[in-house]
C-alpha cells in the first residue's frame, strides 16, 4: 500500500483539523485536530495501521491510500489521450467576423472589416450535413469578433445544423460568446428560435469599471445597454442561460459584488458567474499587477457571495473537479474553429492570420488539414516534466497548449491551479460550499465528513 501522489492538504481554519483531498480521485476528507497527526503518519507509512484501522480504512476507501501496483501517472495519461481522440464529442466554434463594434481596452485580438461569403456559409452547411451524424454531441460555438455583426448567418447556420440534428439524432449544443450589445429583444428572440438557449457575456463590474474597459468605437461606455440585454434576454425565453464573465485586473477586481447585486434576483439562478483574469500588456494584466493569493482568495469569496445571491457557481468549483480529460478544446482531435473566409484554426486566443491556419474548407463541405500544424495541437509530449511532478495535474491536464508551444513549458499561469485550489477548500472549511461535503456513513468514521 501507498500514499496517492495526489492527495492534497489543506488546514481547517475553524478547527485546526485539516482537509485532505485528492485530485486525482476528487475524494474530500475532514479530520478533526486530534487525527491529523494519525493521518499523516499512515500517509507516511501507510501500513502501520497500529490500532488505528477504522482510520486506515477511510483512507483506503477514498483512495488516499492506494495499492503499490497502481499507476497512476498512466491513469492520467489514459485520460488525456482519450480526451484528445473522443470521438463521440465534436467542438465546433464559428467566427462570422473578425470585426467587432467595441474597443476593449485590453483585447487580444486584431479587429478587421470582414464578412462570411455565401460559398464559405454553404460550405460550412455541407459539412455540418455529413459531420455531424458521425458524433453523439455536437457543440456549435459562435465567436469573433462580435458574431452579432453576421447576425443572419449565425440564425441561418443555427437552423441548419439543429435540423441535421433532429433527422440523424444527434445532440446539438449552440452557444455564443457575445459582447451583448446588440442583442436586442429582436435579435435575442430569433436566436433563441433558431436554437441558441446559452450564451456567455461579459460586464466587467459595475458601471464606472465596466465603462473604462469596454466601449464602443467611438470611446463611448456599453454597460447600460449590455445590462438591459442581459435582463430583457433572459425573460425572453425560460431555456436561456448565460455565463455572466467578469473579467478583471487590479482596477476592478473588488467591484464584483457591486455588480452581483444589481440583477433582478429573479434571473440568478440562470446567471453562471465565471470570474477570469485579464492578461496580455504589463499594465492591465491581473497576473502582473496582483499576487495571486489576493487574486484567489478573492475569488473564492466572491464565488460564495454569489452562490448566496442566488446565482449558479458551478464553474467556481471547477478548480476541484475530477476526471478532467484536456485542459482546453482545443487539443481536443475532433475540434475546429472555421473562420468567415473557410480558414481553420484550433485555438480562439489568435490572431487568425491566413498563414498560421491548420487548413481550410473546400467550397464542397470537405475539410483540408494541415497536418503537421494539425498535430502540434493533438499529439507530442502529453505534459511538462514539471507537471509529471504536480499534485495539482489532475486539475489541469498539462496547462495551455499554446503557452506551451510558445514558451516551451506550461508558463507561471499554472500557479493560479494549485493557489485556487487550495482556497477553495478552505472556504469548504469555513462551512461554504456545504454541498461537497458530506457526513460518513460508517460508524467507524462518524467523525469524517467525505465526498
Known sequence: MKASKYNVIVEDPATGGVLLYNSLYGSLTAWSKDEVAIVNRLLAFPDAANGNGDIQQVLRE???????????????????????????????????????????????????????????????????????????????HWFGGEPLL???????????ATAVALRSGTCCVPHMTTNGFLLDQRRA??????????????????????????????????????????????????????????????????????????????????????YEPIFGRCALSASDNLPSEEISQAMAQYYTIAEQL????????????????????AERDNQVIINYNGDLHKCSVSEFRTEDRVGFIRTDGSLVRDEQKWSLWTDGELFSGACRSCSYLPLCMGGCRKTRLEQ????????????NASYLLKQIAYGRFPNLVRQCDQPTAANHDKS
Not at 311 to 318: M, Q, T
Not at 408 to 419: E, H, I, K, V, Y
Open 150 to 160: 453576421g447576425f443572419q448567418r449565425v440564425v441561418s447556420i443555427t437552423e441548419h
Open 310 to 329: 442566488g446565482y449558479d457557481v458551478v464553474l467556481g468549483l471547477s478548480n476541484l473537479s475530477a476526471g478532467k480529460l484536456v485542459y482546453c478544446y
Open 408 to 419: 516551451r513549458g506550461p508558463g507561471n499561469c499554472c500557479a493560479l491551479t494549485p493557489t
Open 62 to 140: 477514498q483512495k488516499h491510500l492506494i495499492e503499490d501496483a497502481v499507476d497512476e501517472m498512466a491513469i492520467i495519461e489514459n485520460r488525456k489521450r482519450s480526451g484528445v481522440a473522443d470521438s463521440n464529442r465534436l467542438d465546433v466554434i464559428i467566427m462570422p467576423t473578425l470585426d467587432c463594434n467595441f474597443a476593449c481596452a485590453y483585447c487580444y485580438e486584431t479587429h478587421q472589416a470582414s464578412s462570411m461569403s455565401d460559398d464559405t456559409e454553404r460550405a460550412i452547411k455541407l459539412w455540418l450535413s455529413h459531420e455531424m451524424p458521425k458524433h453523439t454531441v455536437v457543440l456549435l
Open 189 to 274: 428572440t430569433a436566436l433563441t428560435q433558431a436554437g441558441v438557449h446559452n450564451f456567455q457575456i461579459t460586464l466587467d463590474g459595475p458601471p464606472d469599471t465596466h465603462d473604462r474597459l469596454r466601449v464602443l468605437k467611438n470611446g463611448r461606455g456599453t454597460f447600460r445597454q449590455v445590462f438591459e440585454n442581459v435582463v430583457g434576454l433572459m425573460h425572453v425565453d425560460d431555456r436561456v442561460r448565460v455565463s455572466l464573465r467578469v473579467n478583471f485586473n487590479q482596477g476592478n477586481l473588488h467591484s464584483i459584488p457591486t455588480l452581483l447585486e444589481m440583477f433582478p434576483g429573479d434571473i440568478r439562478s440562470r446567471l453562471r458567474v465565471v
